[in-house]
């Protein structure tokens, strides 16, 4: 077999000029001290993309993580690809559009790369709206389904009168794709600092010159704060994020083809996996950075379950969870360059980190080359909380 290049991807995510010219480390240049034209701070699925679209163009690239890389919020989600209706904010809804026509060469050149398997699943979702939703019928995506059609597509769900729609959405499995992501990232060159929370940007000439950390300092022409639910507490910038806490499930179905489409209702959601297992959930709480699970909702999920596929009380549990997304004020990321040159930030995604990976990781690398990224950002901006 032939050794893959660092420019091996398809046509989306093809190498552009062997240069990143708008980097200069050599305004930082010490023959002593190891210097990268990007730190990246925060090693999640957001992170880790933007990562290897920045090396894609050149750039040397250090990510620097309080943690292990895809060990939070990342580690933490469902991975439901969910484009359009009413979960998606207006001003969000050309990126998410974006991003999920990219998941399946995003997903394919990770694979390949990677040689680990992601699980995207295409099968789509049968969703059961609330009765408010149902009142925005106008909005609702997707193919209404009769009782006869429901029971043809999932002969384990329990019979309803319950309208229910069919819609076309994808599924990922969140933590293989880190896993796939941080591997690709290490072959690619990017760069790692683990278990090291930085506490500053540092700040030279009124530009970003690196980040401070308990352990010590790293140099860099550009820093991008991607540090998720962690990111307002890195100085100088004050962004507001705030985690938001979401518990899971995890069960082992009795088949593995038992539930072959994500179900979400006004209760639970349920989106399997293709090794079986079935991630039921999830809480939207705000609870600061406790990432506790409560034994009382970990037991209405599962009775939520049961009663949509009476099956699964044959299912195993296999373990529980809580993760912090990070949320903001009006409930949109933030991406952009901040007030002080050289520095970046992407982050605040909430509930669609995973889904908005890959158009993050271009817009995103678009900005710090200096060019106009394809979508307006505007909406997005830092500045806007000034």
Request: some cysteine; glycine content about 8%.
């Amino acid at each position: 077999m032939q050794p893959r290049s660092p420019c091996h991807l398809s046509s989306r995510f093809r190498c552009a000029d062997a240069t990143f010219r708008t980097f200069t480390p050599s305004l930082f240049y010490n023959a002593e001290v190891k210097t990268w034209d990007v730190i990246i701070i925060g090693g999640g699925i957001i992170g880790l993309s933007l990562a290897l679209a920045l090396r894609r163009r050149g750039a040397t690239v250090l990510v620097v993580e309080r943690g292990e890389p895809g060990r939070e919020a990342s580690h933490a989600a469902g991975g439901m690809l969910v484009a359009s209706g009413l979960e998606i904010p207006a001003a969000l809804q050309p990126l998410a559009t974006a991003s999920a026509r990219m998941y399946p060469e995003f997903a394919k050149a990770l694979e390949f790369d990677s040689n680990e398997h992601v699980d995207l699943r295409d099968q789509g979702t049968i969703m059961f709206p609330s009765s408010k939703h149902l009142g925005e019928s106008s909005a609702l995506p997707g193919i209404g389904l009769s009782p006869e059609a429901l029971a043809e597509l999932e002969p384990a769900v329990a019979e309803t009168e319950r309208p229910a729609f069919y819609v076309k959405e994808r599924s990922v499995d969140p933590r293989a794709l880190t896993a796939a992501a941080w591997k690709v990232a290490k072959h690619r060159g990017v760069d790692f600092s683990t278990g090291d929370e930085v506490a500053a940007v540092t700040i030279a000439d009124g530009r970003a010159a690196g980040v401070k950390t308990p352990k010590t300092a790293f140099q860099a022409a550009k820093v991008v704060n991607c540090a998720g639910a962690w990111s307002g507490q890195i100085v100088p910038h004050a962004f507001p994020t705030r985690p938001v806490k979401g518990q899971m499930l995890c069960l082992l179905m009795p088949s593995h083809t038992l539930i072959k489409h994500v179900i979400r209702s006004p209760e639970v959601y349920l989106i399997p996996r293709s090794d079986g297992r079935l991630l039921v959930g999830a809480t939207v709480e705000e609870a600061g950075f406790d990432k506790r699970t409560d034994l009382a909702t970990i037991q209405r999920f599962h009775r939520a379950a049961v009663d949509l596929v009476p099956e699964l009380r044959n299912g195993k549990i296999l373990e529980d969870w809580a993760g912090l997304r990070p949320g903001t004020p009006d409930a949109l990321p933030i991406l952009g360059a901040t007030e002080t040159p050289g520095y970046y930030v992407a982050t605040g995604h909430f509930r669609d980190g995973i889904l908005l990976a890959p158009i993050t990781a271009e817009v995103m690398a678009a900005v710090m080359e200096g060019h106009a990224p394809e979508y307006d950002l505007t909406p997005f901006s830092p500045v806007r909380f000034h």
